[in-house]
DNA sequence: ACGGTTGTTAGGCC
DNA sequence: AGGCCTAACAACCG
């Protein structure tokens, strides 16, 4: 799941915020009695972190690449990682990392990397990008989730077709401005990933990835790249390659 | 039926 | 110490 589902669920599961969790329980190796009886805070989202917030601690969900959730209902037969009941409802995940956080979640996330977020800034971004070391592709550094928090792989092969950059281009060779294109676009696309989610039309986003062909009719090439060593779809006419 | 995958972390090995 | 690698997750899709 990638930044914009996780968004999607935080809306889906709002009425939860300020319920007392009737029940918890799952396979995730977390102390379920801890959650039992509290009420929740708030529930936020950072990247593809989903967030629910308790008084003394933070229940951090990561669904991971095979993770998928339920709301006020149940997948028969299988097991949840997570599942909380409310009087209101309830939440069921699958195959998802649950992690019980103690610090204060503003001293761990920077809201100003989290592409979904209000407070997301493209400057701020450019900035700790401008940091990264020069030669390290600019497709590695869209899967960077400290930097470009929410993006996956779709949104990552997604944008370096809109803005026409070969994946294998090292960060110091790119244009600053293509550089600011690219994080602009990242909030950009992310958007219109996540109003697509709804009526199951993100296919229809999709100009490279899964693609035999882009969008003018070339060839679609895939293969693995990088040291993140996940598939990536290039067009070899429409992107280019900074050396 | 079976191989690939919309991620990330933990832990082992040098 | 720290970079690099792999396993784990155990489900769904085509």
């Not at 699958?94 to 610090?103: L, T, V």
């Not at 109003?195 to 986003?205: C, E, Q, R």
Request: proline letters at 4%; hydrophobic letters at 35%.
């Amino acid at each position: 799941m990638e930044g914009p589902s996780l968004f999607l669920l935080r809306e889906e599961t709002k009425q939860f915020a300020g319920k007392r969790v009737l029940e918890a329980k799952g396979y995730a190796k977390i102390d379920f009695s801890l959650l039992q009886n509290k009420v929740v805070q708030d529930i936020r989202t950072w990247g593809k972190h989903y967030l629910i917030l308790f008084p003394q601690f933070t229940v951090r969900v990561h669904f991971g690449l095979f993770g998928n959730y339920r709301v006020d209902e149940h997948k028969a037969g299988k097991n949840a990682s997570m599942h909380l009941r409310f009087s209101n409802g309830e939440l069921n995940c699958y195959i998802a990392h649950i992690k019980i956080i103690e610090e204060e979640i503003s001293d761990i996330y920077d809201w100003r990397l989290d592409m979904l977020s209000e407070k997301w800034n493209a400057a701020y971004v450019k900035k700790v990008v401008s940091q990264q070391p020069a030669g390290i592709y600019i497709g590695d550094l869209l899967l960077n989730p400290d930097i470009f928090s929410g993006v996956g792989n779709i949104i990552r092969n997604e944008v370096l077709y809109r803005c026409g950059v070969h994946p294998a281009s090292p960060l110091g060779k790119l244009p600053s401005d293509k550089i600011t294109a690219i994080i602009k676009d990242t909030h950009k696309y992310s958007l219109e990933f996540l109003h697509a989610l709804p009526s199951h039309t993100v296919g229809k986003t999709w100009t490279v990835y899964n693609k035999k062909l882009c969008p003018k009719g070339h060839t679609v090439i895939k293969s693995v790249m990088g040291k993140t060593k996940r598939n990536v779809f290039i067009c070899k006419v429409c992107q280019k390659k900074y050396k």
